[in-house]
């Protein structure tokens, strides 16, 4: 009887709706402000990589869609296992999820009703000092509704050093390494 029970319940249980997935930027960015203490990560943290404080992907929605944000890999740097501290995702400002110590890849944020038009992805890292920073690859917007989204411009990433400047490999024009470049002089309120 009891099988029989179980059998109907999930015969009659709605079907979870379909997540479809939608890449942003494949790209490999280390978080945080590179002062971590070991150096025994380099597997992980590239030379090449940009590195900064404040990652943002922009994206565009041809009409409204419920949205969550999904790191596909994620790692912590300095001997920290998956993410360290107090790290943060938005959407157009709100945050949406706090990445906790031990998150790895396939980390996905809570969902947020979004109208047609530009939004942006903001992963920020706020300290403290040396287990802070870490490593993701590949972020990607979930949709439950089958509404496609596509990038809307290059990512950015903002640091006081004017080494981990955008490059053209990314997409980045000229005027845009130098806009970043004015920007990064600059100190930064994102609140």
Do not use: C, K
């Amino acid at each position: 009887m009891r099988a029989l029970l179980t059998i109907a319940l999930i015969l009659v249980a709605p079907a979870a709706p379909a997540q479809h997935v939608w890449a942003l930027d494949p790209q490999r960015y280390h978080i945080g402000d590179g002062a971590y203490q070991h150096t025994t990560d380099f597997e992980i943290v590239d030379r090449e990589m940009l590195t900064g404080t404040h990652l943002e992907v922009p994206f565009r929605l041809p009409q409204a869609a419920t949205v969550a944000v999904r790191l596909n890999g994620l790692w912590g740097v300095g001997g920290i296992q998956g993410a360290p501290h107090n790290n943060w995702v938005h959407l157009d400002g709100t945050p949406v999820g706090r990445i906790l110590p031990g998150a790895r890849s396939g980390w996905t944020s809570a969902s947020r009703r979004l109208g047609p038009g530009n939004h942006t992805v903001r992963i920020v890292s706020l300290g403290p000092g040396d287990h802070d920073d870490f490593v993701l690859e590949g972020i990607s917007v979930v949709t439950v509704e089958r509404v496609e989204v596509t990038p809307s411009g290059p990512s950015r990433i903002w640091t006081a050093s004017p080494v981990a400047a955008p490059s053209s490999a990314l997409g980045a024009t000229a005027a845009d390494v130098d806009a970043w470049l004015r920007i990064a002089a600059r100190s930064w309120d994102f609140s």
